[in-house]
């Protein structure tokens, strides 16, 4: 698929959690990737230095802005970069924090959930064509413990056992995922080490550190071509608007 080159600026929060797979996306489609370190206290660009804002995931909390005062900040970013008509992607704690912004609620999810489980499709997501290329039931990679409420507005994408929102889609061009499609074997190597800690949590949607790094190849692979098709979409909606 042949696109005009877009500016991508991504987010990070802590070194361990880059853009990944989202990454290879950007370079394979041509286009320019900037990585801003909010938590090295890198600035912010400004909206016309960029087209696609990329929110990526962190293990801290929206609500902890005395730990981390640039969430405050990222947060008035996100809101100003809605208004201005961009394209927004957030991942897990960038789901919430876009969330928030919108002026939905996030808290403590009922259960923890780190490891593989199946990604359950709504019929939104169905219609949306963003998961066209993930087969029903595929279990995708999760880290997280809090969740976000769907904004007003938006359309709910999917859920999984443990979560009951996975994703929402806003105004076809803003999309949440509280999952990790963009997950490689490095990027869930470095989660478990440096979010060791989190697995000594027992729970029904807590794998062991083994099972985690179990998957094959292929496995992500596939992941990849689902974000892949995903984002690709995210490039047609745009210009559907």
Known sequence: MMNAPMRVCVLQHVPFEGPGAIGDWVRARGHALQVVRLDLGEPLPTLAEIDWLVVMGGPMGVDQEQRHPWLATERAFISRAIGADKTLIGICLGAQQIAAALGARVCRNPEREIGWFPLELRAEGRASGLFAALPEGFEVFHWHGDTFALPEGAQPLAASAACTNQGFLFEGRVLGLQCHLEATTEGVER?????????????????????????????????????????DRMVELGREL
């Open 191 to 231: 989660l478990l080490v440096h979010c060791a800690d989190e697995l000594t949590e027992t729970g029904p949607f807590v794998q062991s550190p083994e099972h985690i790094r179990a998957q094959p190849p292929e496995h992500y692979a596939r992941l990849h071509q689902a974000l892949f098709a995903l984002l």
